[in-house]
């Protein structure tokens, strides 16, 4: 019916007894928002922690589903239970055994992913009590965690698994049980994280019910169509088929929201306006159904996945090769949470160019059936139904009720195969589906059919290629014929969407080889006549890695044996928010309750990269309803520029912008979705300004630095290049980093309402700059301005000069409308906005000698600063300064600049700019090695006393005894002999190791940073403690808890920290430099000395009596119970001038050994195997410590290997969020993942003989990248290639592959640069 005559709605049912919805729907009513947009407040775009129980109608059986939160619009949820992280278990009454579990194996640093992986582990276990670790890695391949590196949220889902071989396959023949323990220590006696015997058991009796009359509703054979009107769209969900129909046809612009995967995203990011929406999901006809093999298109691919899984053994093999080849590309899709609500019909129909299913259906000769209005037809998928980007041939009136699935026929083979740019989760970029079909017993071609994705606008048919091949026999020459066919026919211009043009060209080449052989194996079979070894057939056509099952090994040391069993420093204690993490219960900055009157702020930014503003029109958004105020430069009170190093950046840009993402002006609203569509209706012209500069080369040739630049040398290299054996030259390009923490950058600015007071609730690692920016800003004292932090979720660094930014335009707002404002970045503009790690350019010339040894080296750093300086000029004296890396070299010559750009402001990222640094020195060092044939780092490295290149004296003892210790336990020469073997048996799967030293200097450069404490003792013997450090997730607080407890004497259940505040502990540094710990703990040392020694004389009346009652005895003798501790840090400096000082305390050393095995043919790889032995004296908290290594090392893995950030050519940056921007899951863990501390390293220099340890790991993450260049070396010399290639970061499967040089990335023309304009600038 039309949609005026349809009938006002009911009500919207569902069921929960849970806060968090109750939360929810307060909110709804308050606001008018919907509920997907604020679920995403709480997890944004990610599964947030919410499963969805649905009772199925056919089958009343009840189906948990974990799902995205912000891909569900409300209205979907009638008739479902809704179940979130809080409703399983809450520290109130009882936690869930999932929760328990994670946060004790010390699987929540940050807190802000916890939810998603409780929810998504507690729908795997709803479903299926005994999971495989196959099913658990499964359920958690959707869920983003950015602080872990999953290795321990993994381990503790892992206690829920029954499986009794742990390693079923591990690629290497071996078996993990098989495996010899490296160490002499017995089980019993080693150290342990976690104890799996206090869990709690899984009970499944007590899981919560599915509600009664839910299921009586389900059963109700009274079912009605539902009509929700909201504020501009309606929403209608029909019962029935027809009705469905009769809807379509009269409003065929509506969509059919079924998993609203694809419709919701443009809603949300491209704005797009549907004023109906169609929701069949309660048409019963319309859900799965299977008939023989017609699925009902309302399926979803969770439920397609297991029809086809359940169908297929119950057949003959050779009639179910479509189905198998069909649940081979289902396992990759997406996410379970995706596939989990994203239907059958909608992925067919959203016709995306890279859909995975779209080309398989199409070669496996599917059909669809439709249903106009008056009757049913069909219509093949094939490249007919595919007409252009998301356009089908399907009138719009039309709905496909089911699909067809066909058996297919002896002599019918099909393949499904895909590359994406991370395993799983990830779009392809390249995806296929082939059927080839052969005469009768014979080897010749009788049908084929071959479809890519990834090649166009849509899927698309290689019909010439198909045509070569029909009615020939199935052999190299034909095959042979095809592949030059293939090449002329998927053409792609230099330009194409999408870039990666020549490894997209080449995977069409490879797939189809793939493709060949598979048949050629099964052939084999079929004829029993072939002619391939069955090795190179095994090692090509299956996954090596079946079952990704890891087996861990984590020493640390142990706590020496006098030490009191209830002094905490040592213990691997959980991080002390872990469980109030897992039940959903820790509040973030954007947990905050809205406040009376509470206004949300969206900002406006800069469309242009290089531009004056020649208007800026508010007037249509001021009319907007619900928008309060537009906030421009004009607005701000006090300062509108943040002055560093002499350079001024301003917060809302007035007459001129140099980025595209500059802020330009802010508009208040009462709520989010106001604020967003009034910033949509700001008009802004501009005046293109000449030359923008993007790229360090451009930088270079326009002279376009931010001053100074930096040079620092020891001996003299221009004579020492005379004297040497051989020179040689090189360059490498580090690409920069999103930091990509889960919680996005987020604030409240409340106005007390007197005497110009500002209360400022931050996710800041920085209270004071925030406060002191806000002061500048809107001209008031510092006293003014308090700045409150809980918790973070996530910093890595980028939260520690953006954020007062930020705040700073939000204060303004606040104060010019005398209202509470909130502002929390979505993903898109906070990636947009807010910088990324330097990206850098290195180039470089060694002199050395024929022994190994170098004698000079010359090295330029060309870091990309973006539009403003922020802390790029440190960064590069970072660089600097940590350029020699572990090596000796006499003559040492370093420049560095800070380039000036016309791209967002880059900013310090964990490392602070040391794993781009570092890199250049040691792909120097590969490149030697490689010419020279031999290993040659040991024979360059630091022994006995040693002088750094800016004259300060150190010990490399632990750093040797860190890489001497890491080859031992890799057993890295016996791998090694055993990898090169792999390589000489394999022709397109090659091995790769890598062994790489670190030593990292540890603490500010600049003296005067230093930190306070303030320590409170209650007259209840309660302590409350305050420091200037940020707990993000690197457990700060949980050390600075142990620390209090040690020196107290008193358990650490007697000690809370509640927040970080400026008008507790005033004037602090940033949590940052690794150095938190170190600072804080020595504070809060320094503070709880005092207080015990004050009760000396207490305890000295009373030795027998108890905590509580000394501090009563002390209250009742008026001593103070509150004492605040200083510590000023060590007296650190450079000298530029005369290049040299003692910048750092100290240094952190360690040594990491990987191997991978990489594809050559698509450049996919797999961490085989890491070792990684760290030095960080005697560690406070070990799993603690641990977790920040191996999150660290996870972070530098995606650095050098996956992570890409892209811009258009005008600057603009396309990959803005985690559908573009892949950083490592839970596939990318290595497979072994060895983690030992060093035992007996002691530092005088940091608390109790620790070390500072957030940030040195990162940069050993670059192990997996020489590892994968170890490989690529591999693949190239068996085409001839030797000696030293450029390979840049991130080693990409792209760079990966078309480094290899395979005969097929040697068929692709490669365009000549400055021919075309790229898609994609190489910054
Ligand atoms: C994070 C993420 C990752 C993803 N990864 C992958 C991936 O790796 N590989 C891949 O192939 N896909 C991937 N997808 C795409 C996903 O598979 C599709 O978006 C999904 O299948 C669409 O189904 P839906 O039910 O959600 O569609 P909806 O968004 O509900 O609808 C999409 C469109 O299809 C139309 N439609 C729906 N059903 C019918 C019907 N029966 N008849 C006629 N029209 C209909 C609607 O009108 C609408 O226009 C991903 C999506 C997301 C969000
Ligand atoms: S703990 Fe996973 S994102 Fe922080």
């Known amino acids: 019916p039309p949609l005026r005559s349809l009938r006002m709605s009911s009500s919207l049912t569902f069921s929960t007894k849970f806060l968090i919805i109750k939360k929810i729907i307060n909110r709804l009513i308050d606001t008018g928002r919907s509920i997907s947009s604020i679920i995403c407040c709480f997890s944004p775009y990610f599964p947030a922690g919410l499963i969805l129980r649905f009772i199925l109608h056919l089958h009343h059986t009840v189906r948990h589903y974990a799902v995205n939160a912000c891909l569900l619009p409300i209205c979907q949820l009638h008739g479902a239970a809704v179940t979130t992280v809080e409703g399983i278990g809450s520290t109130k009454t009882r936690i869930h055994p999932v929760q328990e579990r994670i946060a004790k194996a010390h699987g929540s640093q940050c807190g802000f992913c916890t939810p998603g992986m409780v929810m998504s582990m507690y729908a795997l276990l709803r479903n299926k009590p005994q999971p495989s670790m196959d099913d658990i890695t499964q359920a958690l391949a959707g869920n983003l965690c950015r602080c872990t590196g999953y290795r321990p949220i993994v381990d503790g889902c892992r206690t829920f698994c029954q499986e009794a071989n742990c390693c079923q396959t591990n690629g290497g023949g071996d078996c993990c049980l098989d495996v010899k323990d490296e160490t002499d220590e017995q089980d019993h006696e080693k150290p342990q994280l976690f104890n799996k015997d206090e869990f709690l058991p899984l009970d499944p009796t007590q899981e919560l019910i599915f509600p009664p009359e839910l299921i009586l509703m389900a059963e109700s054979s009274n079912l009605k169509t539902l009509t929700f009107y909201g504020e501009r769209t309606s929403w209608v969900s029909p019962t029935s088929l027809d009705e469905l129909v009769q809807l379509k046809s009269s409003n065929p612009k509506a969509p059919l929201v079924m998993g609203n995967t694809n419709v919701g995203p443009d809603i949300k990011f491209k704005g797009v306006l ?92 599917c059909k669809s059936s439709l249903n106009p209005p008056g009757g049913r037809r069909e219509v093949h998928l094939n490249q007919d139904f595919f007409v252009s980007f998301g356009k089908t041939v399907l009138k719009p009136e039309e709905i496909i009720v089911s699909v067809f699935i066909p058996f297919t026929r002896e002599g019918e ?76 026919e998927l053409d792609l211009p230099p330009s194409a969407p999408g870039g990666k043009v020549e490894f997209r060209r080449s995977l069409t080449l490879s797939l189809l080889f793939k493709f060949n052989l598979e048949v050629l194996q099964k052939l084999r079979e079929m004829v029993r006549q072939g002619t391939i070894s069955v090795s190179i057939l095994s090692k090509l056509c299956c996954p090596t890695f079946g079952v990704i099952n890891r087996l861990h090994l984590l020493f640390h040391q142990h706590v020496s044996k006098d030490q009191s069993a209830h002094d905490p420093v040592g213990r691997p204690i959980m991080h002390r928010s872990a469980i109030s993490q897992a039940t959903g219960e820790a509040v973030y900055c954007d947990d905050i309750p809205k406040t009376d009157g509470e206004l949300f702020m969206t900002v406006v930014t800069s469309a242009r990269a290089h531009a004056k503003i020649t208007s800026l029109d508010v007037s249509e958004a001021l009319r907007l309803p619900g928008v309060v105020d537009v906030i421009t430069a004009k607005d701000i009170p006090g300062k509108n520029v943040r002055t560093e190093f002499g350079y001024d950046e301003e917060l809302l840009a007035e007459s001129q912008v140099s980025c595209v993402g500059q802020m330009i002006c802010a508009v208040v609203a009462d709520t989010r979705v106001h604020a967003k569509r009034g910033a949509a209706a700001v008009k802004i012209s501009y005046e293109d300004l000449p030359d923008p500069v993007f790229t360090a080369e451009d930088a270079i040739e326009k002279s376009s630095f931010f001053e100074p630049r930096r040079v620092i040398w020891r001996g003299n290299v221009t004579e020492a290049f005379k004297t040497v054996d051989q020179l040689h030259e090189g360059e490498i390009r580090l690409a920069g980093q999103e930091h990509f923490y889960m919680e996005t950058q987020s604030m409240l600015v409340i106005p007390v309402g007197e005497e110009t007071e500002f209360k400022v609730y931050a996710s800041s690692q920085w209270p004071t700059l925030t406060q002191e920016a806000i002061a500048e800003t809107l001209n008031i004292p510092s006293n003014r301005v308090t700045c409150h932090v809980k918790r973070i979720g996530g910093g890595f660094g980028g939260k520690v000069t953006k954020t007062p930014l930020l705040a700073s335009v939000t204060a303004v707002a606040a104060q010019k409308t005398s209202r509470p404002v909130r502002f929390v970045l979505e993903r898109g503009d906070d990636m947009l906005i807010t910088g990324a790690r330097h990206p850098v350019l290195g180039r470089y010339k060694v002199g050395f000698m024929k022994d190994g040894r170098i004698v000079a080296a010359d090295i330029q750093y060309y870091s990309n600063a973006g539009h403003t300086i922020d802390e790029s000029l440190m960064i590069v004296e970072k660089i600097l300064l940590h350029m020699d890396n572990a090596y000796n070299i006499p003559n040492l010559h370093g420049r560095g600049a800070a380039c000036r750009t016309n791209l967002p402001s880059n900013t310090s990222f964990r490392g602070f700019g040391v794993p781009q640094g570092i890199m250049i020195m040691e792909n120097m060092i590969n490149d030697v090695a490689v010419l020279l044939g031999r290993p040659i780092r040991e024979i360059n490295m630091y022994k006995g006393p040693s002088v750094t290149h800016y004259k300060m004296e150190f010990s490399p003892e632990n750093m040797l005894r860190c890489w001497n210790e890491c080859k031992v336990k890799s057993d890295f020469s016996n791998r090694r002999k055993a990898v090169d073997q792999f390589n000489q048996q394999n022709r397109w799967k090659k091995r790769g190791m890598a062994i790489l030293p670190i030593k990292y200097g540890i603490a500010f450069a600049e003296g005067q940073f230093n930190q306070v404490s303030l320590v ?121 001038d005369k290049m040299e000082g003692q910048p750092y305390a100290y240094f952190t050393y360690g040594t990491c050994c990987c191997e991978v095995e990489l594809d050559c043919l698509t450049g996919d790889y797999r961490t085989v195997r890491t070792d990684l032995m760290v030095d960080i004296g005697r560690s406070v908290n070990p799993s603690v410590d641990i977790g920040q290594i191996e999150g660290a090392f996870m972070q530098g893995l995606g650095l050098y290997t996956l992570e890409e950030l892209k811009f258009s050519p005008f600057g603009l940056l396309y990959t803005r969020g985690p559908s573009q921007y892949k950083i490592p899951a839970v596939c990318d863990t290595p497979l072994r993942f060895n983690v030992y501390l060093l035992p007996d390293s002691d530092n005088p220099h940091a608390i109790y003989s620790s070390k500072g340890i957030g940030e040195p790991i990162v940069f050993l993450g670059s192990s997996v990248f020489f590892a994968i260049k170890d490989a690529v070396a591999a693949a190239r010399s068996d085409s001839g290639l030797v000696g030293p290639f450029s390979l840049d970061s991130p080693a990409t499967p792209e760079r990966a592959c078309l480094a290899c040089s395979s005969p097929f990335t040697k068929k692709i023309p490669v365009s000549k640069p400055g021919s075309f304009k790229p898609w994609a600038l190489n910054i």
């Open 274 to 365: 549907h004023p109906l929406i169609i929701s069949p999901t309660r048409v019963v006809d319309f859900s799965c159904v299977p008939a023989g093999v017609w699925v009902g298109a309302g399926c979803n691919l969770s439920e397609v996945q297991s029809l086809l899984e359940k169908l297929a053994p119950q057949f003959p093999k050779e009639k179910t090769e479509l189905f198998r080849a069909l649940i081979r590309q289902l396992r990759n899709l997406g996410s379970q949470q995706i596939r989990n609500v994203a239907s059958l019909g909608g992925n067919i129909m959203s016709a995306y160019p890279n859909s995975d299913l779209n080309p398989v259906l199409a070669a496996g000769n």
């Open 413 to 488: 083979f099909v393949g499904a195969l895909r590359q994406a740019p991370r395993k799983e989760a990830a779009f392809a970029t390249v995806t296929t589906g082939m059927r080839v079909f052969f005469s009768e017993r014979s080897r010749v071609v009788q049908e084929v059919s071959i479809y890519y994705g990834g090649m166009g606008p849509t899927t698309v048919s290689a019909a010439k290629t198909c045509a070569a091949i029909v009615s020939k026999p199935w052999d190299d020459e034909t095959l042979s014929r095809a592949y030059d066919v293939l090449l002329d």
């Open 1016 to 1136: 409170h003792i209650y007259k209840d013997g309660s302590v409350l403690v305050t420091h200037g450090g940020t707990e993000m997730g690197q457990g700060i607080h949980t050390k600075i808890q142990q620390v209090a407890s040690r020196e107290l004497h008193i358990p650490t259940s007697k000690i809370y920290i509640s927040e970080t505040s400026t008008n507790t502990v005033p004037n602090t540094c940033p949590t940052a430099a690794s150095f938190g710990t170190d600072a804080n703990g020595m504070a809060v040392k320094n503070a709880c000395m005092t207080l015990y020694q004050r009760l000396e004389p207490i305890r000295q009346k009373d030795p027998k009596g108890s905590w509580e009652s000394w501090i009563d005895a002390a209250y009742f003798e008026k001593i103070s119970l509150s004492a605040t501790g200083y510590h000023g840090g060590p007296d650190l400096y450079m000298d530029w």
